[in-house]
């Protein structure tokens, strides 16, 4: 072994804060106990609780420094230990014999409590002014234990300071608790992990950029020590330089370009996307579970964007908010983080994901963006739907009447009416020369958006926007919806008849107007089979994306008596009144 391997030594553990002063995020603390040892005011107790890597241990270390420093001719407790006298530099290496560090985890039993603590706790400090225990992960101690401590917690000799701690408090005693003094250390926001890596890259040497620092920071889960062993692992992986794709490499983190694909997919319901993201996931080899987590806080972030905070998650996304509402985006990452803990334990993860996202997308609804829409249809606007409309049939070119505009005729009735030939100006019941029957179908159907528009009936007008209509004969029209627009045709079905209705009383003629029967209108038409007696379907849960139980009979009573705004939402899309 080579004298470099021998002296090497993780950052982790060479930049491990040494005073009050060089502790990260937990500056409460270190103030509170700094304040405590100029005023002569040390508990007995301490309970140092919190997450991970986030600096308990240190500051118990620190603490003791602080308690039997003699540096710098200090005499009693001083709050900025020198970290050179005899005290400080055993402490830091964990040699002090009148400062024992018991990891509790190892040492559950209460012979070895009682062997350690309770036997020794009334001898003298050998050299050092206060005898300390640090116990580390006290909650792992057995009931036992914590019962033949407690007596010494509470009255310990005046030369004994306890320092206990702990990962998860509520495991902890209430009778242990209630006897320290507790802190509560909070995890390390991405700002502090991220500035501080690169505060220690450039102490190394090594060109660590600020997007690949937030990438580590935001892998570290709030613990510094977490960060510094990425970063000890980057600088092992990609030497002195260290980018932005190396560390997304290293972690095997999804593309952002994927990502943004993803997102769109699931905001705009679009199952080839959302089956193009998969391919490029099996195609190079990304695990299933580390993209979902990775959508999932895009999504979050998306989220916060949307209430204005944080920064824009990505390009464009400010676009994409536009038709999706802030609710939308929370059920969604509900679903998700569901959906994660099915995939974490399936035999096939990337079949699971895809399958579990697109029934996400199935039965995740904007229900919020579509009141707004509705909300704002009554008060004469005209919203763009929730997902982008599929544009209409341009009318052939002619020379005698100028291009229609829809859009204007919808907006304001106020605007003066465009100049129009004799032909598309005949009244209703006259006869339309054949070379302009397209004209005039497309001119109907322009008075028809415009009528619908206007708050007639939101509802045909959505089906109508996301349509294409094709003009079989100046009597026959015909409705199809592209792939991604079929869930548009239960609603078209049911509202042909006011349809045709409408088109005959604009045109003065009798005007049909059907879905044209392609392969998925005929799926959509024929009417399932229903079950008079359904038997009940076992939910895993109630936020179980995969299991959809018989609502209709639950739900048929609370429908039949509710407004007839909610029971139109309810015959376009699947749910529950819930009262």
């Known amino acids: 072994m080579s004298t470099s391997t021998q002296s090497y030594v993780s950052l982790a553990n060479k930049y491990r804060p040494q005073t009050f002063e060089d502790m990260v995020g937990q500056e409460s603390i270190s103030k509170t106990l700094q304040n405590a040892l100029k005023l002569g005011r040390i508990g007995h107790a301490y309970l140092f609780y919190g997450p991970r890597g986030c600096g308990k241990t240190t500051t118990a270390r620190i603490l003791a420094k602080a308690l039997n420093c003699t540096g710098n001719g200090a005499t009693g407790p001083t709050a900025q230990p020198c970290g050179k006298c005899p005290q400080c530099l055993e402490i830091a290496k964990n040699e002090d014999m009148d400062v024992q560090e018991l990891d509790a985890a190892s040492n559950t039993q209460v012979e070895k409590v009682r062997e350690t603590i309770i036997d020794t706790v009334a001898l003298a400090a050998s050299r050092d002014r206060f005898k300390v225990f640090i116990l580390d992960e006290v909650h792992m101690l057995s009931a036992s234990s914590f019962n033949a401590l407690l007596k010494t917690i509470e009255e310990p000799p005046a030369h004994v300071v306890f320092i206990l701690a702990t990962t998860e408090k509520h495991k902890v005693p209430a009778t242990i608790v209630s006897r320290c003094q507790t802190f509560r250390f909070r995890p390390l926001t991405v700002e502090e992990i991220s500035s501080h890596l690169v505060e220690l890259a450039e102490a190394e040497g090594i060109d660590l950029s600020a997007a690949a620092a937030k990438i580590i920071a935001k892998n570290a889960g709030g613990a510094m020590r977490d960060g510094l062993t990425l970063l000890d692992r980057?600088?092992?992986?990609?030497?002195d330089h260290i980018d932005e794709k190396t560390v997304s490499d290293m972690l095997g983190l999804t593309s952002a370009e994927l990502l943004?694909?993803?997102v769109r997919a699931l905001c705009n319901k679009d199952n080839a996307q959302m089956h193009q993201v998969f391919q490029t996931l099996q195609n190079e080899g990304f695990d299933a579970n580390t993209f979902l987590k990775d959508l999932k806080n895009t999504l979050s972030d998306l989220f916060y964007f949307s209430l204005g905070q944080g920064s824009e998650p990505f390009a464009a996304a400010q676009d994409l908010l536009a038709s999706v509402s802030t609710g939308f985006l929370a059920r969604l990452t509900r679903k998700l983080s569901k959906l994660i803990d099915e995939v974490k334990f399936s035999d096939n993860a990337l079949v699971s994901a895809e399958v579990g996202l697109f029934t996400v997308m199935d039965s995740v609804l904007d229900i919020d963006g579509f009141i707004r829409r509705l909300e704002a249809l009554e008060g004469g606007q005209v919203l763009p739907p929730s997902t982008p409309s599929v544009p209409h049939t341009p009318a052939p070119r002619t020379t005698k009447a100028p291009k229609p505009q829809p859009k204007k005729a919808a907006a304001t009735a106020q605007e003066p009416a465009p100049k129009i030939t004799p032909a598309a100006a005949a009244e209703p019941g006259e006869p339309v020369p054949a070379l302009d029957q397209a004209i005039s179908n497309r001119q109907v159907w322009d008075k028809m958006l415009a009528k619908f528009g206007k708050g007639d009936s939101p509802f045909i007008y959505d089906v109508m926007i996301s349509a294409q209509v094709k003009f079989v004969s100046d009597q026959q029209w015909q409705l199809c919806f592209e792939k991604g627009k079929e869930f548009y045709q239960i609603t078209a079905q049911r509202k042909l008849a006011e349809l045709s209705a409408a088109a005959t009383e604009l045109a003065g003629r009798p005007v049909n107007i059907t879905l044209e029967q392609t392969q998925a209108a005929a799926a959509a038409a024929v009417p399932q089979k229903v079950n008079p007696k359904p038997q009940p379907t076992a939910a895993i849960s109630d936020e179980e994306?995969?299991?959809?139980?018989?609502?209709?009979?639950?739900?048929?009573?609370?429908s039949a008596?509710?407004?007839?705004?909610?029971?139109d939402i309810l015959e376009m899309f699947p749910g529950e009144l819930i009262a």
Do not use: M, N, S
Not at 234 to 239: E, K, P
Not at 545 to 558: C, I, K, N, S, V
Not at 561 to 567: F, G, L, S, T, W
């Open 260 to 262: 943004q694909d993803a």
């Open 561 to 567: 008596d509710a407004p007839e705004e909610v029971r």
């Open 545 to 558: 994306p995969f299991a959809l139980g018989p609502f209709e009979q639950d739900t048929a009573a609370q």
């Open 234 to 239: 980057a600088i092992a992986y990609a030497g």
